[in-house]
């Protein structure tokens, strides 16, 4: 097992920068995940370290090597990709074996780790069978096996889980997440899919248009986000964005008034603001008084939870609401909720940053 | 369910009608092969009056004044000559079709238009500049020469069938390969040449097939009886001075099993190097 560290990779491709300076570390033994929309380079970024692309300008290293100029296969990792890549003409014990053949290893230490590998995943049985035959499930398993048989200092995953469907999609979320812990592997993986990104790293990296937008563990990025870009990325629904006026301690606008309980986030620069607030972070108003108005357009009650879509002011924004308090809500009603202590996000209207 | 029944009769009536329509000729060839004496003539149904080998031990038992067994000699002329054609093919169009599907580098797009442009032109209208060409580099009457000239209309379209067959192949094998620890090099041989190999069998075999059953430019540029690859000497039997039409009969069913016999060995490689790239997964 190796650290990796990046520092200022840059690469363009036909003339588009793609990655525009990017610094990265990852320590041994850590599983950090890159995140962004499509298009923001993190599949190039993954493949740059694979040595699949080589950088423009920028230093890869891998423990204490440098290894921008190697090609692949002299740089030790294992790399897990979207289409699991499995050679067609072979068999799964031979897929296993063949990076191990490459490398001069012996019959006998070949035989014993893919075994080893074999019953770790569930594969004794389909050892003999060729990828044809296998479901995209058991294709999936074999693509980590061949990475994992080869102990390699650093493990690449490009999308990995993006061709399985959702079931088995959380099934092998888990077992992903289980066999970093088993081996404390190095791991780099690469996903727009921002339930994999949480719950599978260590660290998330979100990058934006070629550069880190933000790096830290999950949650953290979660709960503080330093711009509206990660603020909009992460979360499902979607963070809801209103423009507002910040003035004395409390932040107005068309459906909302809602006192800033942190004095120092904006505190002394009023005037217009976004405000960002996430859709479990409200409850049904007690009283009369509300800090938001929202007009109901579409409910979806699922039994132990419910979202409500509509509108406050000319905004969109949907509340996530508990079963009970959902019951008595129909459409057209105006709501009025309450935001949690704490959890109002303001951001710069210009730059998008959060405001601190 | 009358109705479908119905259809069904109807369609294996039109598939019956199909078959014979394409068998007929060759059931007539047959039966001219078959036939002892002269011609059969003024008959419907084909089948041979009085049924002889005479006309197959005639042309394969063929030997010159000088006791050379002339059929064995073109048979093998035929089958060197098209054997080196399809090698040569898929020995040139192997690397030209992967560099051409895998690599970006000048005057790559400009290759293949040129390469489609040559397609266009049939392979007679190059004649007097290939018999020029190939007097110049003393090749003229030597199977060699008229492997090259074949080559020149088999390698393009080699081309074009493996870079068909190289696009279909996803890169991602080739890279896992290379992160495997594979070069660029042993990933193609160990990696993308097994995968094409359906697509490598049947361009060889049209390679093959075409200059099996090429006559033009084999009686243009071979002058020599002991050179002569098959259908020349198919085609002496069908001319003005010396028809036999029973011998023509027997031989084209001569040249014709070898073809057969390959198509039959090939088959599944066949239907699934036609398919290839139209399925995923």
Known sequence: ??????????????????????????????????????????????????????????????????????????????????????????????????GLKLRGTSAATITERTDEVAQMLGLGPLLDRFPRDMSGGQRQRVAMGRAIVRRPSLFLFDEPLSNLDAALRADVRVEIKRLHQRLGATMLYVTHDQVEAMTLASRLVVLRAGQVEQVGPPLEVYARPVSRFVAAFLGSPAMNFLEADLGSGRLRAPGLDVVVPQPAVGGD??????VGIRAHDVVPAKGARADVRLRVEVLEAMGFEAYAHGHVGDAPFVARLEGDAARGITVGDELGLDVAAGSVHLFDRQTGRTLR | MSRSRLQEAAVHLVLWVAVLFALYPVMWVTTQALSGGGATEGRIIPWPATPSLDHFTAVIGRVTDEGVWLFGLQLLNSVVVSAATALTAIGIATPAAYALSRFRFVGAEGATRTLLATQMFPGVAASIPLYLLLDGAGLLDTRTGLVLVYATSAVPFAIFQLRGAFDAIPRELEEAAMVDGATRFVAFVRVVLPAVRPA???????????????????????TSEDLYTLPILLNRYASEHDSNFGHFAAGAIVVSVP????????QRQLVSGLTAGGVKG
């Open chain 2, 200 to 222: 490598l069998a049947i361009t060889a075999l049209f390679a093959f097939m075409s200059a099996w059953n090429e006559f033009i430019l084999a009686a243009t540029f071979l």
């Open chain 2, 259 to 266: 073809v057969m016999l390959l198509f039959y060995a090939l």
């Open chain 1, 1 to 98: 097992m190796a650290s990796l560290s990046l520092q200022g990779i840059q690469k363009s491709l036909g003339g588009q920068p793609i990655l525009r300076g990017v610094d990265l570390e990852v320590a041994t033994g850590e599983l950090v995940v890159l995140v962004g929309p499509s298009g923001c380079g993190k599949s190039t970024l993954l493949r740059t370290v694979a040595g699949l692309e080589s950088p423009d300008g920028g230093v890869v290293r891998i423990g204490a090597r440098d290894v921008t100029r190697l090609p692949p296969r002299d740089r030790d990792l294992a790399m897990v990709f979207q289409s699991y890549a499995l050679y067609p003409h072979l068999t799964v014990r031979e897929n296993l074996a063949f």
């Open chain 1, 269 to 274: 620069v009023p005037g217009p603001v976004l």
